[in-house]
Nanobody, 120 residues
Framework: QVQFVESGGGLVRPGGSLRLSCATL????????MGWYRQAPGKQRELVAA???????NYADSVKGRFTISRDNAKNTVYLQMDNLKPEDTAVYYC??????????????WGQGTQVTVSS
């Protein structure tokens, strides 16, 4: 069984920063790609940033130069440093990962989501 523990969301003013964390717990054999998605009210869920097990990183164009994704493989944790936040970054942010458990099954897992609100 796999679960995520997300933290770091909150309310911040435009131009401010937040750091999201997502720790993966459970019967984990391997973690492949890890990433962050977000969903704003009335919009579809979209990829924000992702990092492969080999370290290849992709960002949405809207966050390039402002957000930084990183992972700590020893802690099975992925981070999202968000700087120069804008009101349009307001959304629920979800952790996502491809994980192989001890049974050998590979599945795609989602966190419960953490709210990020950027407002003055």
């Amino acid at each position: 069984q796999v679960q995520f523990v997300e933290s770091g969301g909150g309310l911040v003013r435009p131009g401010g920063s937040l750091r999201l964390s997502c720790a993966t717990l459970g019967s984990i054999l391997s973690i492949y790609a890890m990433g962050w998605y977000r969903q704003a009210p009335g919009k579809q869920r979209e990829l924000v940033a992702a990092v492969s097990s080999g370290g290849t990183i992709n960002y949405a164009d809207s966050v390039k130069g402002r957000f930084t994704i990183s992972r700590d493989n020893a802690k099975n944790t992925v981070y999202l440093q968000m700087d120069n936040l804008k009101p349009e970054d307001t959304a629920v942010y979800y952790c996502n990962a491809d994980i192989k458990d001890y049974s050998g099954s590979i599945g795609n897992y989602w966190g419960q989501g953490t709210q990020v609100t950027v407002s003055s």
